[in-house]
């Protein structure tokens, strides 16, 4: 087969707002070869991955992304590695390059998984998906009433794990904070796993981050998470120090190999999260999943967008029996939600499953694309360089 499309689709809620929710819009990735069809989802900005991919060249290390995937030959995943390679090497000096890799990437995966009647966790050496514990991923409320509330809401919905972050949390007081942590607690109940996520609130603030640990001791908080922004090795390394019990827990904002490995090396997190949509791809992330058992620390994904970055999220580990605890979006703005036909919802022992079906299992609607699409245009020198694709 050869790449005889590469289309990206901008989506978005009629409004956005300014909250720390991902899931307003989305920066959609069709990938099209041999008569099969792949699906993939940037996390970035859309109409930034759009400009990159499309972009006249500015010299020999910054050629817009399609000129390195449009016609490559497509038959197995040493190809997916190749086109990697070209990108990395032909769009070096284009800093969104990673993030517009990893939606073509996702979608090269899934529309090989289709030619190859395999799901993509088999092609990545897997032989089988193990069952994943979701934790409810939720902002925090506005006060601990309101995440108390939240807290026994994702607890009566059947939760044994949930994750709260960003909202005022690290902004207000460390003693209001410490009542955020408390009111999760209390409406999670004793048994539920409890992770809290600072966001980056503090970017590499130390002694901010320092003042809300023991909260987090006595809260019985399984990690803190991003309390400083991804590379912030020595403000990690610190807090990690002395969070124990409590691990530390960072890697989405890593969009290549070496900054996760740097983040496991050197910045002593126990939980490497990582973001398909970000990272460079499937490809990447399965490369950082790999390291991370060699290195003893359990990798988790990524995702606050739609049922298809969640598949793409599961198949770097599914086949990790010992990397149980996984992300599950529950907050999602209507336009993720309802982004794909086929949906992952927890069985009856409250395990979520990688898709079983060839390549990522999930199909776009339709309706919802045209729904929530973007109309856009660019153009520069007299020439058209994008227009939304035809669905
Ligand atoms: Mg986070």
Known sequence: MRIEAVDFFYLSMPEVLDIG????????????????????????????????????????????????VLGQPLDDPADIARIATQVGERSLDMLQADHILSGIDVALWDLLGQRLSEPVYRLLGYPRAYPKLPYASVLFGDDAAATLRKAQGIRSAGFRAAKFGWGPYGKDTPSEDAAQVRAAREGLGEEGILLIDGGTVWREDIAAARLRVAALQEGRATWFEEPFVSGALDAYREIAALAAPVKLAGGEGCHTFYMAQHMMDYGGIGYVQIDAGRIGGISVAKRVADYAVRKGVTYVNHTFTSNLALSASLQPFAGIEAAQISEYPTELASLAAELTLERITPDGDGFIHAPAAPGLGMTPNPATIRKYLVEAEIRAKGKLLYRTPQL
Do not use: F
């Open 21 to 68: 929710d991902g899931s307003q819009d989305a920066c959609l990735v069709r990938v099209r070869a041999g008569g099969y069809t792949g699906w993939g989802e940037c996390e970035a900005p859309p109409l930034v991955c759009i400009s990159g991919l499309v972009c006249p060249k500015s010299h020999s290390a910054a050629w817009p992304v399609r000129d390195s």
